[in-house]
């Protein structure tokens, strides 16, 4: 091949490591940090994490009550705030971005989890378990999002609505 193929493709290459691959992308193990977190070791390159998982995450909310049926006013202001502050980099459905896709976000994580990592994004990316294993595959950080408390959970909401819970 010549040079410019190959520089073509390296730099595809490069751009494939850097994305976040929970469907089908190649993974870069050795961005696994294992020093700092000796529990980490993704044993798939998918961000799967088991349906129920209870964890609570670190952060204020302890304990979120949800409403059933599910609050549509609610929702559609949390989805005003996801086309503003996240679309850039997450999509509805199971396909990932610069984040995982959220189809199916309300399986993996307990609600008080979702609301401690939106309002909470740099101390669970340091210390929670399951966030370092994102980071690992992710490679790029979320930013803080600055929320309160009410929009965390109106996106919430809206997570729910799009997991089509009742
Ligand atoms: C600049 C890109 C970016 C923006 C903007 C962003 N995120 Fe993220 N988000 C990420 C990345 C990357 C991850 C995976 C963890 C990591 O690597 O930091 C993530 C992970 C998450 C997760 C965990 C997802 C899962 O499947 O476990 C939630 C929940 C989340 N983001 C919510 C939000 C919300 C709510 C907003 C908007 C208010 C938002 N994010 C805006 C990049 C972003």
Same mark, same amino acid.
């Given at each position: 091949?010549?040079?410019?193929?190959?520089?073509?493709?390296?730099?595809?290459?490069?751009?494939?490591?850097?994305?976040?691959?929970?469907?089908?992308?190649?993974?870069?193990?050795?961005?696994?940090?294992?020093?700092?977190?000796?529990?980490? *070791?993704?044993?798939?390159? !998918?961000?799967?994490?088991?349906?129920?998982? =209870? $964890? +609570? &995450?670190?952060?204020? @909310? *302890?304990?979120?009550?949800? !409403?059933?049926?599910?609050?549509?006013?609610? =929702? $559609? +202001? &949390?989805?005003?705030? @996801?086309?503003?502050?996240?679309?850039?980099?997450?999509?509805?459905?199971?396909?990932?971005?610069? &984040?995982?896709?959220?189809?199916?976000?309300?399986?993996?994580?307990?609600?008080?989890?979702?609301?401690?990592?939106?309002?909470?994004?740099?101390?669970?990316?340091?210390?929670?378990?399951?966030?370092?294993?994102?980071?690992?595959?992710?490679?790029?950080?979320?930013?803080?999002?600055?929320?309160?408390?009410?929009?965390?959970?109106?996106?919430?909401?809206?997570?729910?609505?799009?997991?089509?819970?009742?």
């Amino acid at each position: 091949m010549n040079k410019k193929t190959f520089l073509l493709l390296a730099t595809f290459s490069v751009l494939l490591t850097f994305g976040c691959s929970n469907n089908n992308g190649t993974v870069n193990k050795e961005t696994v940090n294992t020093e700092a977190a000796p529990d980490v *070791k993704p044993k798939t390159d !998918s961000l799967v994490v088991s349906p129920g998982n =209870a $964890s +609570k &995450g670190i952060g204020r @909310f *302890k304990d979120v009550q949800l !409403s059933h049926p599910i609050d549509a006013a609610m =929702a $559609s +202001k &949390g989805q005003s705030i @996801f086309d503003a502050k996240c679309m850039a980099c997450h999509k509805t459905d199971d396909e990932k971005l610069v &984040g995982p896709g959220w189809k199916g976000v309300t399986d993996r994580h307990s609600p008080e989890w979702l609301m401690n990592f939106i309002t909470n994004t740099q101390v669970m990316l340091d210390k929670d378990l399951t966030a370092q294993q994102e980071l690992a595959v992710c490679v790029v950080r979320m930013p803080n999002q600055d929320l309160t408390d009410e929009q965390a959970r109106q996106i919430l909401e809206f997570m729910r609505q799009n997991d089509g819970k009742k």
